[in-house]
């Protein structure tokens, strides 16, 4: 296959474009021979049979017959060596308080939690889950269970009980790991309180877990309840266990389970996206390597939770798989002053900080001055996430943080990719940068942007973006949900008949005559909210649960910080009468039942809600009549008088707009 069946453009191209694409069609020309050389820059117990099991698309599976176990690749290499004594992470509390932890350190940490884990019933195979905030317990207990070949599903620490309980009962672990409570923004949160409750919900669901873990943070005093049989300290488990305990590392199958992350789909049920013990590894080795050119005296902060798949990927296993040096932040990024994130890049001469635009945008409203306060002078890469970001701010980003000299590496990728797919890759040739493109597809990523029926659209066209082979990043699948999995990601462009499999993330993005590729946000009913994949389906069932409510419907509307919000639309049951308490009431309660990042910034009341004659929500028409777009065609809209009611309700928050300024 010659470059030009790869790209369709072969002329004048940029030196670095051309190796990027050089290498990008050696990867896509012959995948096997390509994965299985770079497979083997990590260690195997055993190497594969074959690189690409693709007997039962889309069930693909890599690295077959290959075993191995993660924590070898990210501890024992290099505790062999003199990184040993090299910082794995530089722990920052929010009120300040700091820890330091060796790769060393690490490593014993983690053979000591993975030895009390074994110790209570843990094994292959088994569900651990983790709902903690961000202390270094958090990576400690997702290495413990990897090392004993038993499967983390980490639950963000922001989200409610009622989330926790779903994840628990779809999860159904032998053990909960989580905390007395951290810090966010100078208080202290009750975290065991939340995962009690989440416990309780659970088992009234019928998932009863039988132990739980305690870790203490430290300095925060929080009244629970102590389960006795059921709950364990931490300190006290591990204090028992010996210093020099030694876990040997379960040999894993390529194909099994590292870890289930839940993620947001169209339906009011999360998806368990499971990923691969060898496929995600190389994946992640190699995708980090290409895209932050990692060198031995780095020091990387992503300022992210460790909740969601950047963190997974950014904070845990990229960083340790290179063996270098990460930063681990507790709090909010502007507490007690804006200028916190600059202060800590300051202080740990951080060379790579990765964060999403919606932390820049926050950070950006505060004026330069506070940046300009901090020498950043170590900044080498800085690195962009998990939403589109705007050109302006891209702009600010690169002249202000970066000092107008620092690339942006602006990373598009999703929690069922693993690690970054489309970005520019200074690890193999940093090609020109334009503000607010991710670039190009990274080796081994066979991206495209097509129409409704699959054809490549032409430059400049918007389209949906689509990835036409299979990468050994990739989710293995749904947990308990096979057929989710084909029909969510495989059933829009695949054609089975044919032996043609598409990979569809729900995304739109253009490509431009330079082969350039611009992701534009997600194409399905999934919010992206400060980076934050939240789904309308889920805030409406949170919102319907009010004892207020009779129907709800929830839409996306533009936010100058968070890129999205949600904007929610009520029917209220009879007896109840429309309020700015009852708005606010139901605002609580959705960040309490699901998580304060879903809930509505407004909520507009009306008697009846725009639907098909089939009875399906018609949210394009509220999002027309909130972005003030055309109408369209409203044929198939069963009472007209449903629109006028919204027009009516928003022209209402419109006037209470004037009124206020
Ligand atoms: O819409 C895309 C957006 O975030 C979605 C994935 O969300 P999640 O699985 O939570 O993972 C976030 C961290 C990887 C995508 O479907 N997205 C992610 N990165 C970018 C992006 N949109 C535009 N540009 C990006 N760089």
């Known amino acids: 296959m010659g470059i030009e069946q790869v790209l369709p453009f072969t002329e004048k191209l940029h030196p670095s474009v051309k190796k990027l694409f050089e290498e990008r069609q050696k990867s896509l020309a012959n995948p096997e021979e390509y994965w299985d050389e770079k497979a083997r820059a990590l260690i195997w117990f055993k190497y594969w049979d074959r690189v690409l099991d693709d007997s039962n698309p889309p069930f693909y599976r890599w690295f077959v017959g290959g075993v191995t176990n993660i924590t070898v690749n990210t501890l024992d290499r290099w505790v062999k060596t003199e990184v040993r004594n090299r910082v794995a992470y530089y722990w920052e509390g929010e009120p300040g308080d700091r820890r330091v932890l060796s790769y060393q350190d690490l490593y014993r940490e983690v053979n000591k939690f993975a030895k009390v884990l074994r110790g209570l019933g843990v094994g292959p195979g088994d569900r651990v889950v983790i709902y903690m905030p961000m202390i270094p317990e958090l990576p400690v207990a997702m290495l413990a269970a990897a090392r004993i070949g038993a499967i983390h599903s980490v639950v963000f620490s922001g989200f409610s009980p009622n989330a926790l309980a779903d994840r628990i009962v779809d999860a159904k672990p032998k053990i909960l790991v989580t905390a007395d409570g951290y810090y966010r923004r100078g208080k202290i949160i009750n975290l065991k309180s939340k995962a009690d409750k989440g416990l309780e919900i659970a088992e009234k669901m019928g998932v009863k877990v039988g132990k739980v873990v305690v870790v203490e943070r430290g300095g925060v005093s929080v009244d629970y309840d102590f389960v006795e049989g059921r709950d364990l300290y931490y300190s006290e488990l591990v204090s028992k266990t010996p210093d020099n305990t030694y876990v040997e590392p379960e040999p894993r199958r390529s194909e099994d389970i590292l870890f289930i992350l839940y993620t947001s789909g169209t339906t009011g049920k999360p998806k368990g996206i499971m990923h691969s013990v060898g496929g995600y590894m190389v994946w992640v080795y190699w995708s980090f390597k290409w895209t932050w050119d990692p060198r031995p005296d780095d020091v990387m902060w992503t300022m992210a939770d460790i909740g969601w798949i950047t963190g997974h990927t950014y904070i845990v296993y990229g960083p340790l798989l290179h063996g270098i040096t990460s930063v681990m932040y507790e709090g909010a990024p502007d507490y007690p002053e804006p200028d916190r994130p600059w202060e800590i890049v300051e202080r740990y001469r951080v060379t790579i900080f990765y964060t999403s635009p919606t932390a820049v945008r926050l950070l950006r409203r505060y004026g330069e001055e506070w940046v300009k306060k901090h020498d950043l002078s170590s900044l080498r890469l800085i690195g962009s996430v998990g939403e589109p970001i705007n050109p302006d701010v891209w702009k600010w980003y690169h002249d202000v943080v970066g000092g107008g000299k620092t690339p942006v590496i602006d990373t ?37 942007v097509v129409d409704e029926e699959g054809r490549p659209v032409k430059p400049g066209v918007k389209g949906y973006l689509v990835i036409k082979k299979p990468w050994p990043g990739m989710l293995l699948g749904i947990w308990g949900d096979p057929e989710r999995y084909v029909k969510t990601y495989w059933e829009k462009y695949s054609r089975p008949d044919e032996g043609v499999w598409v990979y569809y993330p729900a995304d739109y993005a253009i490509r431009d005559e330079d082969g350039y590729l611009w992701l534009l946000g ?107 777009a055309t109408l369209g065609d409203v044929s198939t809209l069963e009472d007209e008088a449903s629109v006028d009611e919204i027009v009516s309700a928003w022209a209402e928050f419109g006037r209470e707009l004037g009124d206020a300024a």
């Open 412 to 448: 598009w990728w999703q929690t069922e990719t693993g690690a970054a797919m489309i970005a520019p890759a200074p690890g193999i040739a940093l090609v020109p940068l334009k503000p607010g493109s991710a670039t190009y597809p990274l080796p081994g990523v066979d991206a495209d």
């Open 522 to 628: 997600r194409a399905d009913e999934v919010l992206n909210v400060a980076g934050h994949r939240v789904s309308t389906a889920e805030i409406e069932h949170a919102i319907v649960a009010h004892p207020a409510v009779a129907e709800a419907a929830v839409i996306g509307v533009p936010d100058p910080v968070k890129g999205e919000v949600p904007l929610a639309v009520v029917v209220l049951r009879e007896g109840y009468e429309p309020s700015r308490e009852l708005e606010q009431e139901i605002r609580s309660y959705v960040s309490e039942v699901y998580t304060p990042i879903a809930a509505p910034s407004r909520v507009l009341f009306v008697r009846k809600l725009p639907k098909t004659r089939s009875g399906k929500i018609m949210r394009r028409l509220i999002r027309a009549v909130v972005t003030g």
